[in-house]
């Protein structure tokens, strides 16, 4: 069983700066594709991104391609999620999510672990 727990999330004004990560505990983390989805509230859960077991990929939604960047370290089994130039809009509780896929993973269905999720609030 893998456990993943996000931390990082907070309050920022608009056109700031954050950064979340994820650490996985109770499996291979270096073999998962990992990624980022957000739920604020009143709307379904969205994709962010997602990068590849070995860093080689990555992928972001169109919502946030230039703004925000996907990382991780397999020695410290954590995913990052840096998020710039933050926008109202980007407040949201924000899930890291692990799946089996050798791929890039952008479907909800495509994860099997997430973690429990942290508060992302941006103040305009």
């Known amino acids: 069983q893998v456990q993943l727990v996000e931390s990082g999330g907070g309050l920022v004004q608009a056109g700031g700066s954050l950064s979340v990560s994820c650490v996985a505990s109770?499996?291979?983390?270096?073999?998962?594709?990992m990624g980022w989805f957000r739920q604020a509230p009143g709307k379904e859960r969205e994709f962010v991104g997602a990068i590849t077991w070995n860093s080689r990929n990555t992928y972001v939604a169109d919502s946030v391609r230039g703004r925000f960047t996907i990382s991780r370290d397999n020695a410290k089994n954590t995913v990052f999620l840096r998020m710039n130039n933050l926008e109202p809009e980007d407040t949201a509780v924000y899930f890291c999510?692990?799946?089996?896929?050798?791929?890039?993973?952008?479907?909800?269905?495509?994860?099997?672990?997430w973690g429990q999720g942290t508060q992302v609030t941006v103040s305009s």
């Open positions: 109770g499996g291979t983390f270096s073999t998962y594709c």
């Open positions: 999510a692990a799946s089996f896929k050798n791929l890039l993973a952008v479907t909800f269905d495509s994860y099997a672990y």
